[in-house]
């Protein structure tokens, strides 16, 4: 039986990528970027793609297995200036994926979308910060709970699914029926890609980037990136400390234009560069020109906001496992 999806806050297709190696299905896309959507429409012609999530009725979803979405993370990011969280302009677009889901859930199939998966950055898990700390997390669990999901959460590191890159993400699965047993059964494997349990032996992922960094990368390439604990600030007379490192920084928008943004630089035959494009489309496991077309300022903040397709492929191994092989849990 096919897999069934929606993705909504879909990018340039990073859950697709992952996702459709397993042979899953997609039968929406939501996306508002102008850019993006340009690019979704290019690599999945076949697929109907809405914009703005607030404009999207519950209805609009053909009763799909599984609803999965990365919220915009301005808001909710440790590195936002005014950290407003999910009552931000931005991250509280959370709250239009949880109206999309109450809407199908009350007027089209009770019992569909089986599946839900949420995907952000750490920062979720503090958001939004000082006295009120893990708030929003507890909101987006409360909100699964309200709409009738058992849900388990996981920091899942791309580094060790196919990147060369540290890039720790927030994966929330929740399970239709309010038993979160089958979501921990996705999500408790041995953190490095490999099943966990009684399903140990059934692989990991074995598909990502060709490598472009390491401390003995093609064509005499070594990344060294920029040090997360600098001596002191560039203010206070200090200095920046860059480390040849065995994986890069997390790749993010601010990395963009011009040189002294960027977290990272290639040593190579004697000279430093910074990362080329081509190069972040592979660390983040994309094909080579996935992005083409964009303006590269666009480019640099689509790739850097997408979910690592690696990760995406292993959580659509994971979730198949569960929900053909485990049926005992996997029953409403």
């Not at 190696?21 to 039968?27: A, E, L, S």
Request: proline share 6%.
């Amino acid at each position: 039986m096919t897999f069934t999806y929606v993705s909504t806050f879909s990018g340039i297709g990073g859950f697709e990528t992952g996702f459709n190696q397993m042979g899953w299905t997609n039968q929406l896309m939501v996306e508002i970027d102008p850019h993006c959507q340009r690019v979704l429409a290019a690599h999945f012609p076949d697929v109907p793609l809405e914009g703005d999530i607030r404009d999207v009725a519950g209805t609009t979803l053909n009763r799909p297995d599984l609803v999965c979405g990365g919220f915009p993370c301005q808001d909710t990011s440790v590195a936002a200036p005014d950290r407003a969280g999910l009552a931000g302009s931005r991250s509280g677009l959370f709250w239009e994926f949880h109206r999309l889901l109450d809407e199908h859930l009350r007027l089209v199939d009770a019992a569909r979308p089986r599946w839900v998966v949420i995907e952000n950055p750490e920062g979720l898990l503090t958001s939004p910060g000082r006295e009120r700390a893990g708030w929003d997390m507890a909101a987006v669990a409360r909100g699964l709970e309200d709409l009738g999901y058992g849900w388990a959460y996981r920091v899942v590191d791309g580094g060790r699914l196919g990147t060369t890159q540290r890039r720790r993400r927030v994966i929330v699965v929740g399970h239709r029926g309010g038993d979160p047993r089958p979501a921990w059964e996705v999500l408790g494997d041995d953190g490095a890609g490999a099943q966990a349990g009684r399903a140990r032996g059934i692989g990991r992922t074995t598909t990502g980037p060709r490598p472009v960094a390491g401390d003995h990368g093609p064509d005499g390439v070594m990344v060294w990136r920029k040090s997360a604990r600098a001596r002191a600030s560039l203010a206070a007379g200090g200095y920046e400390t860059w480390v040849p490192a065995e994986h890069g920084n997390t790749l993010t928008g601010f990395d963009g234009g011009g040189p002294m943004r960027q977290t990272h630089l290639i040593a190579q035959q004697g000279r430093l560069r910074t990362l080329t494009l081509t190069e972040w489309e592979r660390m983040q496991g994309f094909p080579d020109g996935w992005t083409a077309g964009m303006p590269d300022s666009a480019r640099y903040q689509a790739l850097g906001n997408a979910i690592h397709t690696g990760t995406a492929a292993w959580l659509a191994r994971r979730l198949d496992y569960v929900h053909h092989q485990v049926p005992q849990l996997s029953l409403v």
